[in-house]
């Protein structure tokens, strides 16, 4: 059973990377898995597809996160329980919360149909590509269950200590959704359709794999008694670690759709290049969220086993992952962005467009290091089961972000819209940081001995 709870023996820093490593590849792929509509629409149909698909991508990453967010609040009991070794109470949190997300899933599937047409509006989607992007989100509503169950699974493997399943199956399910777009728009010329249809099969297949391994998985805890399907009470503490993770993990993806609307008014070819700046900026906040989440979990087994200044090690150690990330996005951003953004835009066809992309990477590149100071801090908090603060920290960072794009943005231009989101990740984690050095989240352990 040591291997199974790896995370509470052996050196803090260590274990944390060893953990941590699987989850920033597997995330780096979930991420280029997202990226692959934008760079083969934007390469082999043309600009105002890409428009099309990123004005989408704002809207469906909120979803993402949603699933993202909530398992891993929902995941932190599961992690607790595993750490104290109650493994029927263990796998009693998986089922309720694979029952409640997958209820969830088809709620917000259901409204997306419905809605997407009219929050397109709102945003101010330019004409020229509004159909485009209302099809597009049609489709990927209707498989947005298994995008959102994925996500659920693959939080839970993370609860296990087993980051390198969601890794494998990561790799796959990029890799099929990249030749299956490709099928779609070159062999069937299906366009912005082609690549919404190759999103939905790809997550339908690694959604159902995910969830075989998963019970197989579980088969391999000696239980004392029966596991339940369904615990009301165990519903009722995840929700509440669930839904201040749901909005800390959705704080930036809600920013970009917020700002998206700010960001219209400058119209497609702006749009395409903010684009490609954004879906630039969510693969390399990867190795960021990746480490706070890795944290989480790492906190939440070792508060389980009552091993408190293990996690105080752990965070220390964090520190030491995070900056070395953030030299390396600097280096990449500021030496490389040129080849880099050309993969979503080409500079002599849209001019505008990879100007655009280009200001944003190169800008937020300096500071990628503030998001993972704020992600391991809030990481600490929220694997405590201490939500309250750095859910109040997440929600100033967003208010940050959106009030100076749309306040400054018609004044000083579009620029000053990737100005705001470097103050945002600041005062997030200067809020969340101060809160830790109370001390106060060690007292909101969730699972007692003997509980």
Excluded at 44 to 53: I, K, N, P, R, S
Excluded at 337 to 365: K, L, R
Excluded at 424 to 438: C, D, P, V
């Amino acid at each position: 059973m040591k291997k199974k709870l790896d995370l509470i023996n052996g050196r803090p820093g260590k274990s944390l990377l060893h953990f941590a490593l699987p989850m920033i590849i597997g995330n780096m792929f979930q991420q280029f898995y997202n990226m692959a509509d934008s760079i083969i629409v934007g390469n082999f149909v043309g600009e105002d597809a890409l428009a099309a698909v990123g004005a989408s991508y704002s809207f469906t990453t909120v979803f993402i996160m949603i699933a993202i967010g909530g398992g891993i609040g929902a995941s932190v009991l599961t992690s607790q329980y595993l750490g104290a070794r109650q493994y029927e109470k263990m796998k009693t949190s998986i089922h309720t919360f694979l029952w409640t997300f997958l209820a969830v899933s088809v709620v917000l599937a259901a409204l997306g149909l419905v809605y997407n047409p009219t929050v397109l509006k709102m945003l101010k989607t330019p004409e020229n590509i509004f159909n485009d992007a209302v099809l597009y989100l049609q489709i990927y509503f209707i498989g947005l269950p298994f995008t959102f169950m994925y996500n659920i699974l693959s939080a839970d493997f993370n609860a296990l200590g087993k980051s390198q399943i969601p890794l494998v199956l990561l790799i796959f399910s990029s890799v099929l959704n990249v030749i299956l777009d490709l099928i779609m728009v070159q062999v069937f010329h299906a366009g912005v359709a082609g690549v919404a249809i190759a999103t939905v099969i790809a997550q339908g297949v690694s959604c159902v794999l995910s969830f075989f391994i998963l019970m197989n998985v579980l088969k391999r805890y000696t239980l004392k008694s029966k596991a339940r399907m369904f615990d009301t009470s165990m519903f009722v503490t995840g929700t509440k670690m669930a839904i201040p993770s749901i909005i800390q993990q959705s704080i930036v993806s809600i920013g970009m759709l917020l700002t998206q609307s700010a960001v219209n008014v400058f119209g497609s070819s702006a749009l395409a290049g903010y684009s490609a700046g954004t879906r630039l900026e969510s693969l390399c906040i990867v190795p960021m969220i990746a480490t706070g989440n890795a944290v989480s979990t790492f906190t939440a087994q070792n508060l389980g086993a009552g091993k408190e200044d293990r996690v105080r090690k752990g965070y220390r150690a964090a520190y030491v992952i995070v900056i070395g990330f953030g030299i390396g996005l600097i280096l990449i951003s500021q030496f490389f962005h040129d080849p880099i953004v050309s993969i979503f835009v080409n500079e002599e066809a849209s001019p505008v467009a990879f100007a655009t992309g280009n200001a944003y990477f190169q800008f937020c590149g300096w500071f990628f290091y503030f998001l993972g100071f704020k992600a391991i801090t809030d990481g600490i908090l929220r694997g405590a089961g201490d939500t309250t603060v750095y859910m109040i920290a997440n929600l100033v960072n967003l208010a940050i972000r959106v009030s100076v794009a749309k306040l400054a943005s018609p004044i000083f231009g579009i620029q000053v819209i990737w100005y705001a989101v470097p103050m945002g990740w600041l005062a997030n984690y200067l809020i969340s940081f101060i809160w830790y050095r109370t001390g106060n989240w060690k007292r909101k352990r969730i699972v007692m001995d003997g509980d």
